[in-house]
């Protein structure tokens, strides 16, 4: 019996019997369309939202491992103020697992084709066209000059010398004693960044050690950084820090934007708020 009919013979008006018709549809559809189990974390808008980091990542080539997407997770839910069950600053597996699996008409799990350290961290031929293909139209699309295109890189300096010069002593004397730090194999990484046309960040350097202490910038390049952690090695918050650093010194702006290039081994590159900043 079609709608018209109906309403004639009970009365009903049409468009009161179209709307009942349509709530009763759509609460058995929903009946029938309820999922068992625990409700996903994160509503569709984060979880698109998700989709988007692990895409615009691997576009970038700094592709997300199984772990990276799980900590990217639970930055999201942290910064939102989402509920949720994770802990050790990560989602959990099965976490994932349902992610991947909602979400398999656009992500995947690929594993690399070869053995070697470069092959695994995607450093192939086709990688690097892809890679120069990229840089090429952000490079004509922009019209970057000189000034404009900056390079950043990390390296570890030991305070302690490693190799001792030989000296002159007592012949038959079997061991000779040399000064030396008490802090031997302290390490010290410094976060350096400039242009082609000589336009030198002031540098980040960190300290392996728990404390700063002003002392710590006596002798380094003006407007230089200073922090502090137990390993000496940048971690993902830091390099954040860095990068408001960075921006606050070359000011980046519609009008005048900045390209920023780094090697694939700043894994700290792969967290929310940095990618966020970025876009901004």
């Given at each position: 019996?079609?709608?018209?009919?109906?309403?004639?013979?009970?009365?009903?008006?049409?468009?009161?019997?179209?709307?009942?018709?349509?709530?009763?549809?759509?609460?058995?559809?929903?009946?029938?369309?309820?999922?068992?189990?625990?409700?996903?974390?994160?509503?569709?808008?984060?979880?698109?939202?998700?989709?988007?980091?692990?895409?615009?990542?691997?576009?970038?080539?700094?592709?997300?491992?199984?772990?990276?997407?799980?900590?990217?997770?639970?930055?999201?839910?942290?910064?939102?103020?989402?509920?949720?069950?994770?802990?050790?600053?990560?989602?959990?597996?099965?976490?994932?697992?349902?992610?991947?699996?909602?979400?398999?008409?656009?992500?995947?799990?690929?594993?690399?084709?070869?053995?070697?350290?470069a092959r695994a961290n995607g450093f192939t031929k086709a990688r690097m066209d892809?890679?120069?293909?990229?840089?090429?139209?952000?490079?004509?699309?922009?019209?970057?000059?000189?000034?404009?295109?900056?390079?950043?890189?990390?390296?570890?300096?030991?305070?302690?010398?490693?190799?001792?010069?030989?000296?002159?002593?007592?012949?038959?004397?079997?061991?000779?004693?040399?000064?030396?730090?008490?802090?031997?194999?302290?390490?010290?990484?410094?976060?350096?960044?400039?242009?082609?046309?000589?336009?030198?960040?002031?540098?980040?350097?960190?300290?392996?050690?728990?404390?700063?202490?002003?002392?710590?910038?006596?002798?380094?390049?003006?407007?230089?950084?200073?922090?502090?952690?137990?390993?000496?090695?940048?971690?993902?918050?830091?390099?954040?820090?860095?990068?408001?650093?960075?921006?606050d010194y070359v000011k980046p702006s519609e009008s005048s934007p900045v390209l920023?290039?780094?090697?694939?081994?700043?894994s700290q590159t792969k967290n929310i708020e940095l990618i966020d900043k970025a876009?901004?």
């Amino acid at each position: 019996m079609g709608y018209l009919k109906a309403a004639k013979t009970y009365n009903v008006p049409r468009t009161t019997l179209f709307r009942l018709v349509q709530e009763n549809d759509s609460l058995l559809e929903d009946t029938l369309t309820k999922k068992i189990g625990r409700r996903p974390v994160f509503n569709k808008v984060f979880e698109e939202m998700l989709v988007k980091y692990a895409l615009v990542m691997e576009q970038k080539l700094y592709g997300l491992t199984r772990m990276d997407m799980r900590r990217i997770a639970y930055q999201l839910a942290v910064k939102n103020n989402v509920p949720h069950p994770f802990h050790d600053d990560r989602a959990g597996r099965y976490w994932l697992k349902g992610f991947l699996a909602r979400h398999k008409q656009t992500l995947s799990i690929r594993k690399p084709t070869g053995t070697s350290f470069a092959r695994a961290n995607g450093f192939t031929k086709a990688r690097m066209d892809e890679f120069y293909q990229n840089l090429e139209k952000v490079y004509d699309e922009k019209k970057f000059t000189a000034s404009r295109i900056f390079n950043v890189d990390e390296t570890g300096l030991s305070i302690v010398q490693s190799k001792y010069l030989k000296v002159i002593g007592r012949r038959g004397k079997k061991q000779i004693g040399a000064m030396s730090s008490a802090e031997r194999g302290t390490l010290i990484t410094v976060v350096t960044c400039m242009s082609p046309a000589s336009v030198f960040v002031p540098p980040m350097m960190i300290f392996s050690r728990k404390n700063n202490s002003d002392l710590l910038k006596k002798g380094s390049p003006e407007g230089s950084i200073i922090r502090v952690h137990p390993s000496g090695w940048i971690q993902t918050h830091l390099f954040t820090q860095w990068f408001e650093h960075f921006i606050d010194y070359v000011k980046p702006s519609e009008s005048s934007p900045v390209l920023l290039l780094f090697d694939g081994h700043f894994s700290q590159t792969k967290n929310i708020e940095l990618i966020d900043k970025a876009r901004l």
